[in-house]
C-alpha cells in the first residue's frame, strides 16, 4: 500500500513563526501535492511538484513556499505565519501513467492552529 | 478551466436508507472522475475512479457511481447506509491529456454524509 506521512497531525504556532510541514511518501511517485481545506471552501491547491526540484503554483501560493530535494519528500513552508493560515493542510502524492495522471493519494492531514 | 459542483453542502440519511449524492463538473471532451472519502480527523482515501470504458462504477464500502456524459454528471450511490458511512465526501475531475504540462485535479467542495441511527 502507498503510504503518505505529514511529520505533524497537530501545530500550534505564533504569528509572525516560520512553520515547516514536511511530508513522506514510500512509493516513488513523481507527483506531490500541497492543499489546504477550509470548510465550504473543499481543498485548494497551494503547489505541485512534478520532479525533484520543480514545482508550480496553484490556485493559493501566496504567503507559502515549497521544496523537493528528494523524490520522497516534499515540505511546505510558511514564510512568516498568520492567523488566516489557520487550517487543515494535506499532502498528496501521485504517479503519471501512459494514460495520464491516476488518483491521488493523501496523507492524514495536518492541523495548523496559528495564534 | 474544469470545475466541479456538488449541490448538497449537507445530506441526512437515516441508516439502511438509500442516499445519493450529486456531483456535476464542467463540459471537457475527455475526463477522469473521482470520487473520495474523508473520516473525522483523517485524510481522503479514493472510494472509485472512472478513467474509461464501463459508465457504472463500483467502487469500497459497498459505493457505485455512474458517468453520464451528457449531463457531465458523475453521482455517487449507495442502495444502504450504515452508520460508519457519516464522512464528507469530495467529487473530483481531472482533465485529458495529462503530463505534457502542469495537469491539476480540482475538487469539488464536498457534501457532508450524517447517517441517523
Known amino acids: 500500500d502507498v503510504k503518505v506521512t505529514q511529520s505533524s497531525r497537530y501545530l500550534v504556532k505564533r504569528t509572525g513563526e516560520k512553520v515547516f510541514l514536511e511530508c513522506v511518501q514510500d512509493m516513488d511517485h513523481e507527483n506531490m501535492f500541497w492543499y489546504r481545506q477550509d470548510p465550504g471552501l473543499g481543498l485548494r491547491l497551494i503547489y505541485f511538484s512534478y520532479d525533484v526540484k520543480m514545482k508550480e503554483k496553484g490556485d493559493i501560493p501566496e504567503g507559502y513556499s515549497v521544496s523537493r530535494e528528494k523524490k520522497e519528500r516534499f515540505s511546505l513552508i510558511l514564510e512568516s505565519a498568520s492567523t488566516n493560515q489557520t487550517s487543515m493542510y494535506l499532502c498528496?502524492?501521485?504517479?503519471?501513467?501512459?494514460?495520464?495522471?491516476?488518483?491521488?493519494?493523501f496523507g492524514p492531514g495536518t492541523r495548523l492552529t496559528v495564534t | 478551466a474544469q470545475s466541479v459542483t456538488q449541490l448538497d453542502s449537507q445530506v441526512p440519511v437515516f441508516e439502511e436508507a438509500p442516499v445519493e449524492l450529486r456531483c456535476n463538473y464542467s463540459s471537457s471532451v475527455s475526463v477522469y472522475l473521482f470520487w473520495y472519502v474523508q473520516y473525522p480527523n483523517q485524510g481522503l482515501q479514493l472510494l472509485l475512479k472512472?478513467?474509461?470504458?464501463?459508465?457504472l462504477v463500483k467502487g469500497i464500502n459497498g459505493f457505485e457511481a455512474e458517468f453520464n456524459k451528457s449531463q457531465t454528471s458523475f453521482h455517487l450511490r449507495k442502495p444502504s447506509v450504515h452508520i460508519s458511512d457519516t464522512a464528507e465526501y469530495f467529487c473530483?475531475?481531472?482533465?485529458?491529456?495529462?503530463?505534457?504540462?502542469?495537469?491539476?485535479?480540482?475538487f469539488g467542495p464536498g457534501t457532508s454524509l450524517s447517517v441517523i441511527p
Open positions: 498528496a502524492s501521485s504517479f503519471w501513467d501512459l494514460s495520464g495522471l491516476y488518483e491521488q493519494y
Open positions: 472512472y478513467l474509461s470504458g464501463s459508465t
Open positions: 473530483a475531475v481531472s482533465d485529458l491529456p495529462l503530463k505534457t504540462s502542469y495537469d491539476k485535479v480540482i
